[in-house]
Structures are given as structure tokens and as C-alpha cells.
Nanobody, 124 residues
Framework: QVQLVESGGGLVQAGGSLRLSCAAS????????MGWFRQAPGKEREFVAT????????DYADSVKGRFTISRENTKNTVYLQMNSLKPEDTADYYC?????????????????WGQGTQVTVSS
């Protein structure tokens, strides 16, 4: 089993920044992709960003491209999501996830382990 713990969420004004972290522990795999997803009240969980084991491949949802940056530190089994120029529509619970594959993916059904989420609220 892999345990994921997100942190870094909070309340921020529009235009501000937050940095989310996700630490993996337990039975971590040799190589795996990780991703960030978010879920706003009353909406489906949606893809935000993903990164390969090496960090050489990343992908972003169009809605966050150019504002959010995903990165990772494999020595710490940690993935980050730097969020800049935040908008009220970014308000959601943010979840990190592990995919038991080196390949990145947008579909949440391809991810095997999930964290409990961290709340991000952007005020206008």
C-alpha cells in the first residue's frame, strides 16, 4: 500500500499563489507517475497536472496551463504543485495520486492510490 498526504492548501486572494505538497510513504514503487486532480463542490473530479518518474514528461489541463507547475523530488517521495495567478474558479479540494506506471495519464481511472485531499479556496 502507498499512503499519500497532501498539504499546503488554504485561503488565498485571487492573483495569489499557493504551493501544494504530496508526500508518499509505505510501499513506494521503483518508478511511477504522479498526478494532481481537483474536485469542486457538485462537480466531477478533474485532471490538473501529471508528471513522470523522471520529471521529463508533464501534462496540464488547459485551464491551468501557464499558471501551475508540477514538480517532484524522488529522494523525498514528494510531488509539488506550484499554483500562481489563482482564480476563484480554482477553488476545490486538490488530490494527489500515484499511477503504477512510468507513463503520465490524464484519466483518473488510471491512478491506483489517492490522498485525502487538501482544500484550496480563492476569494475574489
Amino acid at each position: 500500500q502507498v499512503q499519500l498526504v497532501e498539504s499546503g492548501g488554504g485561503l488565498v486572494q485571487a492573483g495569489g499563489s499557493l504551493r501544494l505538497s504530496c508526500a508518499a510513504s509505505g510501499r513506494t514503487f521503483g518508478t511511477y507517475a504522479m498526478g494532481w486532480f481537483r474536485q469542486a463542490p457538485g462537480k466531477e473530479r478533474e485532471f490538473v497536472a501529471t508528471i513522470s518518474w523522471s520529471g521529463g514528461s508533464t501534462d496540464y489541463a488547459d485551464s491551468v496551463k501557464g499558471r501551475f507547475t508540477i514538480s517532484r523530488e524522488n529522494t523525498k517521495n514528494t510531488v509539488y504543485l506550484q499554483m500562481n495567478s489563482l482564480k476563484p474558479e480554482d477553488t476545490a479540494d486538490y488530490y494527489c495520486a500515484v499511477r503504477r506506471s512510468q507513463l503520465i495519464a490524464r484519466d483518473r481511472n488510471w491512478y491506483d492510490y489517492w490522498g485525502q485531499g487538501t482544500q484550496v479556496t480563492v476569494s475574489s
